[in-house]
């Protein structure tokens, strides 16, 4: 079973903000969106509204040259939990991929023995708060390399119990319906049965008049 939906790893490869091919010469022609169902490519606003009008789609935005995504554009789709967040331009973001660091700066965050320090379980960079990965690509590698957590978010787990529950009541309705439509079909035949082997009573003649 995969832990990660299948457009993930193409989201986390691609390289965003180059110029779009096709749309050279407009003005908003940089490629920062990606579709969720297509998954294949970044594109143009121009592009979406061409050829991903009704899909789900996603916009990529950019953090210190380091490419971001609004935590409202991907919680619905993604469990993001464990990811270190920031607050940017007034919207809370993370970052999708691990952002080098300067090596002595990491050693020393490393040796610094600070109780309240907080470090990334791959990369090691030093995190605000209690969390386990600094970007989404930090989670995947977790992910795959100690099994101890998924992608899977949670509405979207509901939503299956959701489904599984209502299956199972729809199963149980019908077997009850397949019960009881048995039930009347052989109701009948039992009935004419006892019927033909009841005796009739006999007959009583009224009394003579005088």
Request: a positive charge.
């Amino acid at each position: 079973m995969k832990v990660e939906p299948p457009w993930l790893e193409g989201l986390l490869r691609i390289t965003f903000f180059r110029i779009c091919k096709e749309h050279m010469k407009s003005p908003r022609n940089e490629c920062n969106m990606f579709c969720l169902d297509c998954g294949n490519n970044a594109f143009c606003f121009y592009c979406k509204s061409s050829f991903h009008n009704h899909h789900q789609v996603i916009q990529i935005r950019r953090s210190s040259y380091h490419d971001v995504v609004r935590v409202t554009e991907i919680q619905n789709v993604l469990d993001i939990s464990g990811v270190q967040t920031y607050v940017i331009n007034s919207a809370r973001v993370l970052f999708l991929n691990e952002r080098p660091q300067n090596q002595l700066k990491a050693n020393h965050n490393n040796n610094s023995g600070k109780s309240n320090s907080h470090f990334c379980e791959i990369c090691r960079r030093n995190l605000l708060d209690p969390f386990r990965f600094c970007s989404l690509g930090c989670k995947l590698v977790g992910i795959k390399k100690n099994g101890n957590g998924s992608f899977v978010s949670t509405a979207k787990k509901e939503e299956e119990e959701e489904n599984e529950e209502l299956l199972l009541r729809e199963g149980i309705i019908v077997f009850h319906k397949q019960k009881q439509q048995v039930y009347q079909i052989s109701t009948p035949c039992s009935n004419h049965n006892n019927n033909s082997r009841r005796r009739k009573g006999i007959p009583q003649r009224a009394p003579l008049g005088f």
